[in-house]
């Protein structure tokens, strides 16, 4: 099941375009609120995934930085200060990365066992 890969790839590059779309253009405080949504689906997907399709242990890391991700979208959705939308999607970037890399080939060494549990739980 490769949905919540593929998801997050998208809902990656659609906050990297937030963020573009706010330094060019301004701040879109109806795409602002679309992303976050679309943020909150992605969290859904992964903890389902999470507890019925993977058994192999995870970092708890990862959907902590998610969840950071999702906070500060939703914090700043409906915003029209340009300064404040910049700063909070650039973060939000920056937490999808960081947890992306967790589970992640090319993620840092450091990212790997932190907060280790285990998957679903045997059936």
């Known amino acids: 099941m490769n949905i919540h890969k593929h998801y997050s790839e998208l809902v990656f ?3 990297f375009v937030v963020v573009l779309v706010a330094l060019f253009k301004g701040p879109r405080p109806v795409f602002q609120r679309i992303v976050a949504v679309l943020l909150d689906i992605n969290l859904l997907l ?13 970092s708890l890391l990862h959907p ?7 906070g ?3 914090a700043s959705a409906r915003s029209e200060d340009r300064k ?12 999808l990365l960081t ?9 840092p060494a450091f990212l ?12």
């Open 13 to 15: 590059l659609l906050s």
């Open 72 to 74: 500060l979208a939703h």
């Open 112 to 123: 790997k066992n932190i907060w280790m549990v285990g998957g679903a739980p045997a059936a």
């Open 46 to 58: 992964g903890a389902y995934q999470w507890y019925s399709v993977y058994p192999k242990s995870v």
């Open 99 to 107: 947890a992306w890399a967790v589970h992640a080939s090319w993620g």
């Open 84 to 95: 404040k939308v910049i700063t909070f999607w650039s973060l939000v970037v920056l937490s």
């Open 64 to 70: 902590l930085l998610a969840l950071v991700a999702v």
